[in-house]
């Protein structure tokens, strides 16, 4: 049984800074794409950042230099380091994880990540 923790959200003024976890159980990092995608109300699930095999990133151009996705193979953990933040960052972010033998995903509950003055 695959479960994905999300913490870390909360309320950051313009140019801060946060860093979200997402502890996993029930699966072996090493077989598994991971990421982190938002969505805001009224819009589609955004992918933000993906780890993918070989430890190769990929980040949607709107956080390019800003944010970071890194794991930590032994805690079983995947982080977003997020900086220098915009209120267009404002959004549910959710952890997610996918097996490469057969597509299955999964996804954490949500963190609240809100930017504002």
């Known amino acids: 049984q695959v479960q994905l923790v999300e913490s870390g959200g909360g309320l950051v003024q313009p140019g801060g800074s946060l860093r979200l976890s997402c502890a996993a159980s029930?699966?072996?990092?090493?077989?598994?794409?991971m990421g982190w995608y938002r969505q805001v109300p009224g819009a589609q699930r955004e992918l933000v950042a993906q780890?993918?095999?070989?430890?190769?990133?990929d980040y949607v151009e709107s956080v390019k230099g800003r944010f970071t996705i890194s794991t930590d193979n032994n805690k079983n953990a995947v982080y977003l380091a997020m900086n220098n933040l915009k209120p267009e960052d404002t959004a549910v972010y959710y952890c997610?994880?996918?097996?490469?033998?057969?597509?299955?995903?999964?996804w954490g509950q949500g963190t609240q990540v809100t930017v504002s003055s």
């Open positions: 997610h994880v996918k097996r490469r033998l057969d597509n299955l995903e999964w």
């Open positions: 029930g699966l072996f990092f090493r077989y598994y794409d």
């Open positions: 780890i993918l095999s070989g430890d190769r990133t």
